[in-house]
């Protein structure tokens, strides 16, 4: 029993801390940014604008890579990415022109891009139906880990060696993870029984077909408004701290890293809850629509307490929590794009990472603007506690998984899907590997 339990352990550890390599490469420049500034002479606005590369690539990149998972399958894209990022990360050491080191940061998005659609295909390919919420919501944890351990490491790194530094440790840590991988993909993990992988009723949806599903569109509206929250409070909660609650920058600072703690568990424990209620006869659908409602109801309640409760102490923790909800939300969100379409899980999470990516393109500008023009915060918070409830919309009138084929051997009924003839999954049979 306990050799059989290893492989799917084993490749938990694979995939979470891929992702805290993943965030580690994208904080390294943060870190890095003041020293830049005064070695080659750029100003604010050229830093930010090689700052923003990232997220450009990031976007744009993020269908196509999430249709690759479906046609690669989940680990030989995550390897392909995993590789690639590495090496971007890598060669950031040797731009000293803003335009050459955009470049570079853009192709760090291109890449990174792919980490999310690439984890959920894994995770369906690879784990029996009952146990994937739990093992993708643990391993979405990483993207709450990540800054509270790659800021600090990062930092410590450039004080010690210099800013080169966190660049050629986390480049190579990332090209070594890769490799282990690969051994493990080809020699260690073998489909288990009960994986949707063997699942003669799950189809696979074309993408023309995706974009065209009702709950397909509910998802990454939803998603949207919760990236967009979390976003907000990660980018803006330090200098509301200290404008509005009176807080120095070392106050500021640690204070900060409660709501990213609090959304790690959160995130880390969505996929236990969703366990639990589905255990109590709950369907999927009543269990992610529960779960989303919930927490983007608290969350914006928390959102509007954090702007009007005179406890400065108080609003921290109205913050921290309401981040907690939106990562519990999160992990759901991409729980229930394994419920909409399993065999095309890559695209269906392309398309809702697609969404979302707004959301933290938005967050920043928008709050930057209604802070600079009405000079308060409270138009700001209440702004994103609206658009965290939107969730709501989104879940409850758009998302349904009834015309939806998922585990139970249902049928194809939604008109997108009617003319799909694509082969059912598992035809490759029982033991076949995942690279």
Request: charged content about 10%; hydrophobic content about 55%; aromatic content about 12%.
């Amino acid at each position: 029993m306990a050799k059989s339990l290893r492989p799917p352990l084993l490749l938990i550890v694979l995939l979470f801390v891929s992702g805290l390599i993943a965030w580690a490469d994208r904080v390294n420049l943060s870190v890095a940014a003041p020293i830049l500034m005064r070695e080659f002479g750029w100003d604010a606005a050229v830093m930010g604008w090689v700052l923003s590369a990232f997220g450009w690539g990031y976007l744009l990149a993020q269908l196509w890579t999430g249709w690759l998972c479906d046609r690669w399958g989940g680990v030989r894209t995550l390897v392909t990415a995993l590789t690639g990022w590495s090496v971007a990360t890598l060669l950031t050491i040797v731009p000293r022109t803003p335009a050459f080191m955009a470049l570079v940061r853009g192709v760090l998005g291109v890449f990174e891009s792919a980490y999310g659609p690439a984890l959920a295909a894994t995770v369906t390919r690879s784990f029996p139906s009952h146990q994937i919420g739990r093992a993708l919501s643990f391993c979405i944890s990483a993207t709450a880990l990540g800054p509270l351990l790659a800021l600090p490491a990062a930092t410590s790194l450039t004080v010690a060696y210099g800013w080169r530094a966190p660049f050629l440790l986390f480049g190579s840590a990332g090209l070594f993870w890769a490799g282990l991988i690969v051994l493990y993909a080809r020699f260690l993990w073998r489909v288990p029984k009960g994986a949707i992988a063997e699942e003669g009723a799950v189809r696979n949806v074309p993408f023309t077909g995706l974009i065209r599903l009702t709950p397909v569109w509910g998802l990454g509206l939803a998603y949207l408004s919760q990236t967009y929250t979390w976003y907000f409070i990660a980018n803006w909660m330090p200098t509301y701290l200290i404008q509005a609650r009176g807080f120095n920058l070392w106050e500021s600072g640690l204070y900060t890293a409660l709501p990213f703690l609090c959304a790690f568990l959160f995130e880390a424990g969505a996929g236990w809850v969703n366990h639990g209620l589905q255990s109590l006869g709950w369907s999927p659908s009543m269990t992610r629509k529960s779960i989303v409602s919930f927490g983007s109801t608290g969350a914006a309640i928390l959102l509007l307490w954090a702007g009007f409760t005179p406890s400065p102490l108080w609003a921290v923790v109205a913050l921290s929590l309401a981040l907690g909800l939106v990562g519990g939300n999160i992990a759901t969100l991409w729980i229930l794009a394994t419920d909409i379409a399993p065999k095309n899980v890559g695209a269906v999470t392309g398309i809702m990472s697609f969404m979302g990516s707004f959301g933290a393109i938005l967050a920043p500008a928008v709050t930057g603007l209604l802070v600079a023009r009405t000079g308060r915060w409270g138009s700001a918070l209440l702004l994103t506690a609206a658009v965290n409830a939107f969730a709501l919309v989104a879940i409850g009138w758009l998302v349904s998984l009834r015309p939806l084929l998922v585990l139970d051997r249902a049928l194809v009924t939604h008109p997108a899907l009617s003319s799909n003839s694509a082969p059912l999954v598992g035809e490759d049979g029982e033991g076949s590997g995942i690279l």
